[in-house]
């Protein structure tokens, strides 16, 4: 079982990147997809998530308009297409799989909502 994200780099103020989110061993499938970040020093925050029906997508209201995820359930992979890049977007992002099949509530933006956990890929922007 096994969340592999990717995509991360090194980028200027202003930069685009796109992140992956790989499932093996377990299915995104009829499950929310979140992701996360942390920053040196800070507390792991949310940033986007989406439902298991696509439609329905949240956001921190500091990546609003500049991020937005997507998921191909074919390819059971989740993706965070960021852009025009912030130093403040500075942070390890993980990927995570809500605990809840199916989930009929609001997406869960608290971390102990999910379940599985990718192990984090860098994102640096300098500025």
């Known amino acids: 079982v096994q969340l592999q994200a990717s995509g991360g780099g090194l980028v200027q103020a202003g930069d685009s990147l796109r992140l992956s989110c790989a499932a093996s061993g377990l299915t995104f499938a009829n499950y929310a997809v979140g992701w996360f970040r942390q920053a040196p020093g800070k507390e792991r925050e949310f940033v986007a998530a989406?439902?298991?029906?696509?439609?329905?997508?949240t956001y921190t209201d500091s990546v609003k308009g500049r991020i937005t995820i997507s998921r191909d359930d074919a390819k059971n992979t989740v993706y965070l297409q960021m852009h025009n890049l912030k130093p403040e977007d500075t942070a390890v992002y993980y990927c995570?799989?809500?605990?809840?099949?199916?989930?009929?509530?609001?997406?869960?933006?608290?971390?102990?909502?999910?379940?599985?956990w990718g192990q984090g890929t860098q994102v640096t922007v300098s500025s």
């Open positions: 995570a799989r809500d605990r809840l099949q199916r989930r009929i509530s609001n997406l869960p933006i608290a971390a102990n909502s999910y379940a599985y």
């Open positions: 989406i439902s298991w029906s696509p439609a329905i997508t």
